[in-house]
């Protein structure tokens, strides 16, 4: 069973950056696919971003793309978001998930264990 935790949220001001971490334990992460999605009050979760085993490979939705940044410390069984020029429509509890595979997954439906989120709000 894997357990993952998130931490960095918190209120920035457009433009701002904030730099989200998620701490794995309990499994063997570097076995597995890891990803951020982000819910925003009154919506659906949605994919944000996601990283291969080994780092080797990143994708991101087209609304963060060129903003955010996700990479991964397999020694540390971290991964992070870094999320830069922070616009209000960013605002969302930020989870990431896990799934054992060697590839980019952006299905929420297919993500085997979650996170219990984090808050970021972007004020305008």
């Known amino acids: 069973q894997v357990q993952l935790v998130e931490s960095g949220g918190g209120l920035v001001q457009t433009g701002g950056s904030l730099r989200l971490s998620c701490a794995a334990s309990?499994?063997?992460?570097?076995?597995?696919?890891m990803a951020w999605f982000r819910q925003a009050p009154g919506k659906e979760r949605e994919f944000a971003a996601s990283?291969?085993?080994?780092?080797?490979?990143?994708y991101y939705v087209d609304s963060v793309r060129g903003r955010f940044t996700v990479s991964r410390d397999n020694a540390k069984n971290t991964v992070y978001l870094q999320m830069n020029s922070l616009k209000p429509e960013d605002t969302a509890v930020y989870y990431c998930?896990?799934?054992?595979?060697?590839?980019?997954?952006?299905?929420?439906?297919?993500?085997?264990?979650w996170g219990q989120g984090t808050q970021v709000t972007v004020s305008s």
């Open positions: 998930a896990a799934k054992p595979s060697l590839g980019i997954v952006t299905e929420k439906s297919r993500y085997d264990y």
């Open positions: 309990g499994g063997t992460f570097r076995s597995y696919s």
């Open positions: 990283i291969t085993w080994n780092g080797g490979i990143t």
